[in-house]
């Protein structure tokens, strides 16, 4: 991945969460020497306490799952040379989607959700996500996790402490259109044909998107000639991105970029 340009890198933000999860891998990447961007979801650009100020009657209750992977293709369009794409969570699941369309130099899919028809028997991650489709509720209006939610699902095994301070600073409403978007054809991904090459990470201590969930996507991806990675790391829930070890983490993922080939 050498170049005399600075390689580019957009973060893919998740659901239930604004693209401020994704501070502190911007500034070590930027220390690297890449040019990093985290495009925002359409209605996320304010602050989280803003838009939980909104709920449950936030416009972001109209993204679908074809709005959200816009704002990525689009931006992706305008960037002078194909950019390497870190997603997490829901931002993994359009990670692998770019790659079907052939558009980026590499993906980094940590904690991800699956695209359709990968699936694992789990009680914690149907706990997780049921609520977040919202079955028998309106589409109209949004989906927001509650303080016990966000515990349970994303920051189990933390202080509570910190529990409270990434759930003020990052918890969002979230469209249940574009959740059950995962669940529909929009999410499906060609396993067999070429892709760029293509990282998944999985949290060990993951409730939501458990470890077994990500090594069964990983295995599904079948072309011989592409590079597909896994790697498994203990501890992590699904707050990977802000837990004390994420400069660890991003430091593997620096790690295997620098050895792509060119």
Not at 12 to 35: I, L, P, R
Not at 159 to 183: C, H, M, N, V, W
Request: proline fraction near 8%.
């Amino acid at each position: 991945m050498k170049s005399s340009v600075a390689p580019i890198i957009v973060f893919v933000t998740g659901a239930v969460v604004t693209s401020a999860c994704w501070d502190n891998w911007k500034f070590f990447f930027e220390e690297q020497g890449y040019a990093c961007h985290a495009p925002t979801w359409p209605g996320k650009e304010a602050p989280a306490a803003a838009l939980r100020a909104q709920h449950p009657h936030s416009p972001i209750a109209q993204n679908s799952l074809s709005d959200v992977l816009r704002v990525y293709t689009d931006f992706i369009a305008q960037l002078p040379a194909k950019p390497i794409v870190i997603g997490h969570s829901f931002g993994g699941l359009i990670v692998q989607l770019l790659l079907q369309q052939g558009t980026v130099a590499a993906g980094v899919a940590i904690e991800s959700a699956p695209p359709l028809g990968v699936v694992v028997p789990s009680w914690t991650l149907v706990r997780a996500v049921l609520p977040m489709l919202g079955l028998f509720s309106s589409l109209q209006t949004t989906f927001l996790p509650t303080f016990a939610q966000w515990q349970y699902a994303i920051a189990n095994g933390m202080p509570q402490s910190d529990q409270q301070a990434f759930y003020d600073r990052l918890a969002a409403p979230e469209s249940k259109r574009t959740i059950r978007g995962a669940l529909s054809r929009q999410a499906r991904v060609d396993f067999r044909r070429p892709h760029a090459p293509l990282l998944f990470l999985a949290g060990g201590a993951d409730r939501i998107m458990p470890a077994a969930l990500n090594r069964a996507n990983y295995r599904r991806y079948r072309h011989p000639g592409s590079i597909t990675e896994y790697h498994e790391l203990p501890g992590r829930n699904h707050a990977m991105l802000g837990q004390t070890t994420w400069r660890e983490d991003a430091e593997l993922v620096h790690r295997w970029l620098i050895k792509l080939p060119s």
